[in-house]
């Protein structure tokens, strides 16, 4: 946090030089917004309004990172966030935008560099996921799934995201006895279902060491081991392997890296689940706001990426989208988010609280606009015989 609040800071040194810009700005915001049916001060729960007059430079100058990072200033409001993001990412008003310089060295950096090496990967860990397990516990559902639920046949968060995992468990036909491997593991409840619910053994895996610490206890009595490991450093032979909501930190330059040690780990005959956000187009660069402030050196996929990345290693049986199922998702971790929101505000401060709600409030307008999906794919390492069958759901 600190990095991104001296950045925030460092921007309202530089904005007064700005002023003279600012009507011109402000139209061609205020046209922008008016594609959307969003109005500036206007009446409706989706209208923005503004507080700070240097709002319209910083949208205009910074796109979606300037957009966020002024509403976490408090340089504007509005009544239905969501609804707003939805209308706005819908109509296009990203796209219509011209990069700026500093927009476009970040995308040249995220395409140039490997930013999700072994080092650099710790860097998520210790600035998002090592937050604090009482923080993501107010937050998520009892056994802390921090991926999409799966809303089928229920409203209920907890409900939800037990049938993620039994859809889970059920696509990669696990048995008594078998050993599964859950890549980037989280806090243990996928395993731990996979264990009491399935009679599995479980190896998983996290680089974050308040995960580990949380798994392990969450797990302790089960045949459960949890690891501090990277994925590049994963050994031993399974009979089904699960990843779910981490191939996005895995980055595109190691795609390929992650299906060779993926298959090396998976005996003959086995399945593979990757569970993944992905977005429409192929090569598109990360959203600026995300990876600076919520996940460092995150890169969503296109389901052509992962289908590439796994060419020639593995046999796609099956791809579910389970990406509308998200926005419900996002909806109850921002409520959960909103509950506790008193104790962030005075362990964090304001900026951050409004970082988070803007955050979760956006990417579930991001799912409702159909922008980003969610796949759950099936792999077999060798092709399942013809009278196998390939999905539940």
Known sequence: MESATLTIEAQLQTTKKCQPQTGRAQKKVIELFRRADIE????????????DARFYERVLRDGSLGFGEAYMLGWWDCDDIEEMCARAIGSGIEEALRPSPRALADVALAMLLNLQTRSRSKVVARRHYDL?????????DPAM?????????????ARAQELKM?????????RPGDHLLDIGCGWGGLARFAAEHHGCRVTGITISAEQQAYAEAHCEGLPVEIRLQDYRD????????????MFEHVGPKNHRTFMHSVRSLLKP????????????????????????????????????????????????????NLGPYYVPTLRAWEAGFMRASEEFRSRFGEEFVRMWRFYLLSCSAAFRARRLQVFQFLFSRDALPLAHPLRIS
């Open 234 to 245: 994963a050994d031993g032979c399974y009979d089904a392997i699960a990843s779910v909501g």
């Open 269 to 320: 005959g086995g399945l593979f689940l990757c569970h993944t956000i992905t977005g429409n187009t192929t090569g598109g660069h990360p959203d600026r706001f995300i990876s600076r402030h919520i996940f460092a050196n995150s890169a969503i996929p296109s389901a052509t990426e992962v289908l590439q990345s796994a060419e020639g290693l593995f046999v796609n049986e099956d791809m579910h």
């Open 40 to 51: 500036i001060d206007g009446h409706k729960p989706c209208d923005i309004h503004v507080n």
């Open 166 to 174: 039994e859809l889970i468990c059920k696509k990669l036909h696990l």
């Open 145 to 157: 799934q921090y991926s999409c639920a799966y809303f089928h046949g229920t409203a209920d968060l």
């Open 132 to 140: 604090g397990n009482d923080f993501f516990g107010a937050m998520l």
